[in-house]
Nanobody, 115 residues
């Protein structure tokens, strides 16, 4: 069983920054992908960024150059550093890992970008 706990969301002004954290409570054996998704009201959940087991990263075009995904050396935590936030970044952000082909999700953390 994999448990994911997100933290770091909140309210920020446009142009501001936030750092999301996701703690992975399980053996990392078999985890080959970790990432962040988001879902805005009335929209489908979409990929924001992900990091593969080998360290390669992938970003949505809308966040390239502004967001950075990273993980700790033990691979028990995944982070999303968000810079130059825009109102359209407002959404619930979900941590996701794929372990032995099975996806696991956190409970989500709200990010609101508003003046």
């Amino acid at each position: 069983q994999v448990q994911l706990v997100e933290s770091g969301g909140g309210l920020v002004h446009p142009g501001g920054s936030l750092r999301l954290s996701c703690t992975i409570s399980a053996s990392i054996w078999g985890i080959n992908l970790s990432g962040w998704y988001r879902q805005a009201p009335g929209k489908e959940r979409e990929l924001v960024a992900r990091v593969m087991s080998g360290g390669n990263t992938e970003y949505a075009d809308s966040v390239k150059g502004r967001f950075t995904i990273s993980r700790n050396d033990a691979q028990t935590a995944v982070y999303l550093q968000m810079e130059s936030l825009k109102p359209e970044d407002t959404a619930v952000y979900y941590c996701n890992v794929i372990r032995f082909g099975t996806p696991y999700w956190g409970q989500g953390t709200q990010v609101t970008v508003s003046s």
